[in-house]
């Protein structure tokens, strides 16, 4: 089945160099690169990629460190220990959040295997309690489309598998003086 799913790769591994490595690796896939972008992550979207990870920490750890915890993962996300950017990109082809989540390994870096990009380039930050795993890769088709609708629009992408409409949208732009 062709499937489209979100890879984000996080300010560590872009101030890491890491880009060219993770491409090269998930080349491997054959699957088609559809959308790539560089992001700057305001507070907004990262609370919005993030909006169901903050309950599963406060059950997880209690409400005072869960939230602490989501608080460093909104910071490491928007670039506040690193870098103010993400380099996001969809991938389309058959079974393609399967393959990219085998080559991403474990969310965890010390749970990845060795050779995993996580496993290879990841670590975990004990003064910001943060994995630090270098990529985001969706976790199953509806993450993927809710990821992509959220990270990129219609037309950003040289194909599109979900629904769209149109719509007369008036707003405010910057443009190329």
């Known amino acids: 089945m062709i499937e489209q799913t979100l890879v984000l ?23 088609k690169i559809v959308a790539a972008k560089m992001v700057s992550v305001s507070k907004e979207l990262a609370e919005a990629h993030y909006s169901e990870l903050r309950q599963s920490l406060v059950k997880k750890h209690g409400e005072k460190k869960g939230n602490a915890i ?23 082809g058959e079974n393609a959040i399967e393959k990219i989540r085998k080559l ?9 295997n060795p050779i995993s990009i996580r496993g ?15 990529v ?29 409409k149109k719509r007369k949208v008036t707003m405010d732009k910057i443009v190329w003086e």
């Open 70 to 92: 989501f608080e460093s993962v909104l910071k490491y996300i928007q670039g506040e220990y690193h870098t103010n950017r993400v380099m996001a990109l969809v991938y389309e």
């Open 120 to 134: 290879k380039y990841g670590r975990i930050n004990s003064k910001t309690n943060v994995f630090e795993n270098v």
């Open 136 to 164: 985001h890769v969706s976790d199953s088709k509806e993450n993927a489309k809710k990821e992509i609708q959220l990270w990129f629009e219609p037309e950003e992408l040289t194909n599109v598998i979900y629904p769209t």
């Open 9 to 31: 790769v996080k300010p560590d591994g872009l101030i890491k160099s890491l880009t060219g490595n993770i491409i090269s690796v998930l080349s491997e896939t054959k699957l």
């Open 104 to 112: 991403a390994g474990s969310t965890n870096p010390e749970d990845a």
